[in-house]
Structures are given as structure tokens and as C-alpha cells.
């Protein structure tokens, strides 16, 4: 009994310790992505199915990037404003209308003007005063009944009049007036044809003399637009003007509009540390609008030394950019880069990372996708 007793725990230990044996022995072989020897490098099977290209090196113009807005010419650009104070009666357009040159934009009641032409038909009735007492002494001199030094201080008067009647004639046509409609009503005119892009005046509101009151509009000509950039000072010495320059707006992502570089200002924003840079874009078509967000692409005509690959050779992962460079034997090295600008020939520059005559796989997507099939 104690036999069979010995004999049934001994079989259990043997079972139990095949049992164990076992689990060592069946756990996972590693595959060839575990057995690498440090992160980022990979051993090809067939290295020879992989093409390579060379990094070259190239001098290409320096491009730099800079954001910045639509704005009118200001060269282009009318500030209308009332040289008579009063109250606007009526307000005939709004932000943003175009106006034609000598359209009415508001009517004003303006006692100023009331005044002026109060002061011309006063000044009127004394000319026409003045002018016949001068015919009548001219007329008695002639007889020998008027003395001559009469006669001049009555064309004298008369001379004087004539000067005040053309003065206060001016002053009403200054105010917007006509001197043969009197009244106190001012028809306030666009000096030029534009697109209004500024207005600070509302229906019924009391405008204040011109010392003290801001323009009532602002008119731009936008058949040409203004793209202006802020360039740190560090980046000044790489533009120059008349650079090239490609600008992109938020408005039109699928467009490239293409302009120069036409100033750079001589004076530095002192909390941004950057220059005011200008670029004219024509707008017959009237679709750029002040306001807008741009982004500017400068190249400039200095170069420097710049290393490229081909674009296939880098592989976006992670939002970075990669590439695949070769070493010893059947290694490859996943290296990092800088994607830059792309070149019209499919070259792109890169920033660091590889060096001029090394060796990198052609196409990394498909290295990439080789070697994940490789490692499974």
C-alpha cells in the first residue's frame, strides 16, 4: 500500500516537472525586429531589392517664410472729411460700397455753411454797389464835374469789393456750397473712385469742425493691394528688394499669387523686433480684400549651400521626417531629418541629419513596409 502510495506522488513530480519543462521550452522565439541591436537600425535579408542614392549638395537661394496682411495702396488711399461742421441729415453709403468720383456719399446741415453764404450775398450786394458808384464818377469825371482823386478812391472801393466777393464766393465752394443755390446744405462728394474701407460717422450724427474730428471715410483704389510681411531682424540681411516672393492666403489655399518685393522698411518695430516688407499684387479681379491673413515665401537671390534627396527618400511617421540610411554589411539606420523646400527636379533640401555623399534608401516607404513584413 505504501509502494503505491510512494509510486503515485513520485509520478506527480515527474508530471509537474515536465510541465515546467515544457513552459520554458515553448516560449516565443524572437523575431528578427527583437533581436535588433538598438532602436532605429534594421538588417535587410536582401539588401540588394533596396536602391540607394547619394545626399548632394547644392547652392540654391534662400527662402524664408513670413506671415503678414492684405492692405490698400496708400498712395491709393483718400481720407474724405467735412470742412463744415453740423449734423449728418442723410447717409447714402456704407462700409465697403464702391463709389464712383463725385457721387454724393452723405448731406450735412451745416450752419457754417449758412454763414459763408449769408457773407457772399452781403459781399455781392457791395460789389454791385461799389461797381455803380465807380460807373457814375466815371461818368462825371469825363464831364469835369468829378475830381480824379474821387474817382480813384471809388475804383479802389470798387477793387476791394471785388476781392471780398471772390473770397467769400471761395469760402462757400470750399464747404461744399454752390454761391447761386444758397442754403445751408452740404453735399458731402467722393473725391476719387474706390471701395470704402474705413467709416466713422452714422446717420444724424453731429460732425465737429476739422480740427478735431477724424475722417468721415476712407476710399481706396484696389485695383492694387499692399501684402505686408513682419520680418525679424535676423532675417533681414537674406531678403533684399526686388527679391521674388509667393504668397498664399487663407482665403484661397489652392492659389499662388506671385509678386516682388517693392520696400523694406528702415525702421524696426521695438516690442517685435522686425521690419515692415511690401509687396504689390495686382487685384483686377477685386477678390483680395483688405484684412486678409497671408503667408509670404521669399527667395532671395543670395544662396548658400543646401544637402538634398530625393523626396521619395523621406517618410513622414509621427510628424516627423525620416530617412533610411545605409551602414556596414545588411544594416540600415533610421535617421531624422529637417524637410525643407522642394526642388522642380523632385529633390527636396533637408535641414540636418545626413551629410553630402552618404548613402540613403531611394524609396522609404517601401523600405519601411519591407522590413515590418520582414519582422513579423
Excluded at 495702396?73 to 464712383?100: A, E, F, M, Q
Aim: proline share 5%; hydrophobic share 40%; charged share 25%.
Amino acid at each position: 500500500m505504501i509502494d503505491w502510495y510512494r509510486y503515485a506522488v513520485t509520478s506527480a513530480l515527474l508530471a509537474l516537472l515536465v510541465t515546467l519543462g515544457c513552459s520554458n521550452d515553448t516560449k516565443a522565439a524572437p523575431t528578427k525586429a527583437e533581436v535588433t541591436l538598438e532602436p532605429g537600425v534594421f538588417e535587410a535579408d536582401h539588401p540588394e531589392l533596396f536602391s540607394l542614392v547619394k545626399a548632394e549638395s547644392r547652392d540654391l537661394p534662400v527662402e524664408l517664410q513670413a506671415n503678414g496682411t492684405t492692405n490698400p495702396d496708400i498712395s491709393k488711399t483718400i481720407h474724405v472729411t467735412s470742412l463744415g461742421s453740423g449734423r449728418v441729415i442723410d447717409l447714402k453709403v456704407r462700409l465697403g460700397d464702391y463709389v464712383k468720383k463725385g457721387q454724393v456719399l452723405m448731406v450735412i446741415s451745416s450752419p457754417d455753411l449758412g454763414v459763408a453764404n449769408s457773407d457772399y450775398q452781403k459781399a455781392k450786394a457791395d460789389e454791385e454797389l461799389s461797381r455803380r458808384a465807380l460807373e457814375r464818377a466815371q461818368q462825371l469825371y469825363s464831364h469835369g464835374a468829378f475830381a480824379e482823386k474821387d474817382l480813384e478812391a471809388a475804383k479802389d472801393t470798387d477793387d476791394k469789393a471785388k476781392v471780398d466777393l471772390r473770397t467769400t464766393a471761395e469760402r462757400v465752394h470750399l464747404l461744399g456750397g454752390d454761391p447761386d443755390h444758397p442754403g445751408q446744405l452740404i453735399p458731402l462728394r467722393a473725391p476719387v473712385s474706390g471701395t470704402i474701407v474705413e467709416q466713422n460717422v452714422a446717420g444724424f450724427e453731429g460732425i465737429k469742425s476739422l480740427d478735431n474730428t477724424p475722417n468721415l471715410f476712407t476710399i481706396a483704389d484696389l485695383s492694387d493691394v499692399w501684402i505686408v510681411c513682419d520680418v525679424y531682424e535676423n532675417d533681414l540681411g537674406d531678403i533684399r528688394v526686388g527679391d521674388s516672393a509667393e504668397i498664399r492666403l487663407n482665403a484661397f489655399p489652392d492659389r499662388v499669387f506671385h509678386g516682388k518685393i517693392s520696400d523694406i522698411s528702415r525702421v524696426l518695430d521695438p516690442n517685435t523686433r522686425s521690419a515692415k516688407v511690401r509687396i504689390v499684387l495686382g487685384n483686377a479681379d477685386g477678390s483680395l480684400r483688405p484684412g486678409m491673413f497671408a503667408v509670404a515665401k521669399f527667395r532671395s537671390r543670395r544662396t548658400r549651400p543646401r544637402v538634398l534627396v530625393p523626396s521619395t527618400a523621406i517618410m513622414r511617421l509621427q510628424d516627423k521626417d525620416w530617412v533610411f540610411q545605409k551602414e556596414a554589411g545588411n544594416k540600415f539606420r533610421r535617421v531624422e531629418v529637417h524637410g525643407l523646400g522642394t526642388t522642380s527636379d523632385g529633390m527636396q533640401e533637408i535641414a540636418d541629419g545626413v551629410k553630402p555623399g552618404d548613402e540613403v534608401v531611394a524609396k522609404a516607404l517601401e523600405f519601411s513596409t519591407a522590413m515590418a513584413e520582414q519582422g513579423k
